[in-house]
């Protein structure tokens, strides 16, 4: 009974989307995201990462958030009208900016229509990066700046991960994806999501085991940065790289690392991280317990927990993308 609704849902998903009269295609949402970063750069010096970093991350957790409403094409950056207005506030649809401010509202008039209309993505991005230049222009800053406002380490990491990866790329279209080991190796994975696994005690089955022979390249599936690296007696020898969408992924029993690879490392994808072993099940340099295979798991953070999901639908479908590319 569940399958069939989410078949049915599936199906239905993507008319709801047409809902909306114009359209637009992922270029064009870049492109008009970026043109708002950079205007709101323009009017109040900060850096558009820095813009971009908190506006994503908000984008990233409102697609898994029921309390948040889904965000449209172009601005992620949310603020609850209580917020936005003043918390005594008595008219929650207030955008007066003059009452705003009376009401210790953080709302501002972006655009110079006169209004502070907390639906206007150029007012929402020239509110955020109002609050940002309070702090100062440098990463440090930022950090704190971040901190304060949502009073939680890993939402800090996360943001600072989007900064650095649209300031290292210099723009906002970094969704490609690689499927973990390269075409021309031999690999086989099929779907052991929640298995019942016996070493350590009763766990279930976190990830996908793509099996693969020693030494076979592993590879980053996402751009993202670096944020574990080193031994766990379960994982073996295992690497954690975090993604624009504030999905964490996990690579464990690896054979090695790649050199030089470190924590903080900004990787992108089809980059070799390490290759493929049978490390774990021990003390540190045990291996050889099981056939080798790369371990492969995701987690999504939504701003107040993090949980695993199957990375199998995902894996699948890197992999076709990556077989029908010439
Ligand atoms: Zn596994």
Do not use: C
Request: no cysteine; net charge positive.
């Amino acid at each position: 009974m569940k399958k069939l609704v989410l078949v049915i849902l599936l199906f239905f998903l993507p008319f709801f989307d047409h809902v909306d009269a114009k359209e637009l295609s992922q270029k064009e949402i870049y492109e008009k995201r970026m043109h708002l970063y950079k205007k709101t750069e323009a009017a109040t010096k900060i850096p558009w990462y820095y813009i971009a970093a908190v506006d994503q991350f908000e984008r990233s957790i409102r697609y898994v958030r029921k309390d948040l409403p889904r965000p449209g094409d172009i601005v992620g950056y949310y603020v609850p009208s209580e917020h936005w207005t003043g918390p005594l506030n008595p008219d929650p649809n207030d955008h007066n900016p003059i009452t705003l401010s009376l009401f210790n509202g953080i709302g501002l008039d972006g655009n110079g229509d006169g209004k502070a209309d907390k639906q206007n993505g150029e007012d929402l991005l020239f509110t955020l990066a109002n609050y940002l230049s309070e702090y100062g222009v440098n990463d440090q800053a930022f950090r704190i700046a971040i901190w304060d406002y949502y009073k939680r380490d890993q939402t800090v990491g996360s943001i600072m991960v989007n900064a650095r990866l649209y300031r290292n790329f210099n723009r906002v279209d970094l969704d490609e994806k690689a499927f973990p080991i390269p075409k021309g190796y031999n690999y086989s994975f099929k779907n052991t999501w929640g298995d019942r696994r016996g070493w350590g005690g009763r766990r279930i089955h976190e990830g996908t085991d793509i099996f693969a022979g020693y030494g076979a390249p592993v590879r980053a599936v996402a751009y993202g940065v670096v944020e574990l690296k080193g031994w766990n007696k379960y994982g073996g020898w295992r690497v954690g790289i975090r993604d624009l969408n504030n999905t964490y992924h996990y690579y464990a029993h690896l054979n090695g690392f790649s050199k030089g690879l470190k924590i903080g490392d900004i990787v992108s994808p089809g980059q070799v991280i390490g290759s493929v072993g049978s490390s774990g099940y021990g003390p540190p340099g045990t291996s050889g317990k099981f056939p080798p295979h790369l371990h492969f798991g995701m987690y999504k953070d939504n701003g107040k927990n993090e949980w695993s999901f199957d990375p199998y639908p995902h894996l699948s479908q890197w992999e076709r993308q990556e077989r029908s590319k010439k």
